[in-house]
């Protein structure tokens, strides 16, 4: 309980920013409310505000919107079994899968420990997030022009903010961070807004392609034996050495008599 509401809390304040943005991108502070209570997903909301902000249309900035948003589905697969829940209640639990209550769900042992995680975050960080909004939204909408602030570079701020701890995680989402740039910044001229952010996703497609990771795995399990177990000496699974050490012991585990042979074998000589 006390992680998923340290998670909620802290991750909740950033709805301050998302406010201040959607009402620099010209969003109402109703329309900006509406869009947390209903979106509730952090990048999905700041890659909206993002296209809007740089005036593409609404139809493109959704889009790139739920394709952000895709990867809950991937988590609502993962806590299905976690969390049991059943009926009209899965629609109120789907709301809160998102990345903070997915990891606070998943890094607990017990599932119980885990169902309490789960909804203690997302309870949390909803009500924090959205209050948040507000505050965001109505403070930012008593300024004036957003821009004489500096408050026009708060949505791409925190947008690389979020995606920072993806770029440290490996080099594959290095290049493909890299590949999506360069195809955002080749298409940008060319299409109209909100477009080149679409296409750029189709750098995610480097992840899947075969890398020095993605081979190094195989041959370690090889190593390893079929299904994590160890092989034996010379290379041989354990299976194949259990006959080995069978036959030098006899049939059914009787030790062999002098020369090799069973012990009822040698009184006949």
């Not at 900035?61 to 829940?85: K, M, P, Q, S």
């Not at 300024?143 to 995680?169: I, N, S, Y």
Request: hydrophobic letters at 50%; charged letters at 15%; one cysteine or more.
């Amino acid at each position: 309980m006390r992680d998923g509401l340290g998670v909620g809390l802290a991750v909740g304040v950033s709805g301050l920013a998302f406010g201040a943005a959607a009402v620099t991108a010209g969003l109402s502070v109703a329309q900006a409310c509406v869009l947390s209570l209903l979106a509730f997903t952090g990048a999905s909301q700041f890659a909206l505000a993002g296209v809007i902000g740089g005036g593409g249309g609404l139809v493109a900035g959704t889009l790139g919107a739920v394709l952000l948003g895709g990867r809950n589905a991937l988590y609502g697969l993962r806590l299905a079994e976690l969390l049991r829940v059943r009926g009209w209640r899965r629609l109120l639990t789907a709301q809160g899968v998102i990345d903070e209550s997915t990891a606070v769900a998943t890094a607990q042992r017990e599932p119980a420990a885990a169902r309490t995680g789960f909804y203690v975050t997302a309870i949390s960080l909803y009500l924090t997030w959205n209050l948040c909004t507000l505050a965001g939204a109505a403070g930012a909408s008593k300024l004036g022009d957003p821009d004489a602030f500096g408050l026009d570079a708060l949505g791409p701020a925190v947008f690389l903010a979020l995606l920072w701890p993806r770029l440290t995680a490996g080099r594959t989402e290095v290049k493909v961070a890299a590949a999506a740039a360069v195809i955002a910044i080749a298409a940008t001229p060319l299409l109209p807004p909100g477009v080149p952010v679409m296409l750029a996703a189709t750098a995610a497609l480097l992840g899947f392609l075969p890398g020095r990771g993605g081979q190094g795995a195989p041959h370690a399990a090889a190593k390893q034996g079929v299904m994590g177990r160890p092989r034996g000496s010379g290379g041989r699974p354990p299976e194949e050495g259990a006959p080995h050490a069978a036959a030098k012991q006899g049939v059914m585990g009787r030790p062999r008599g002098s020369g090799g042979r069973p012990p009822e074998e040698g009184p006949a000589t």
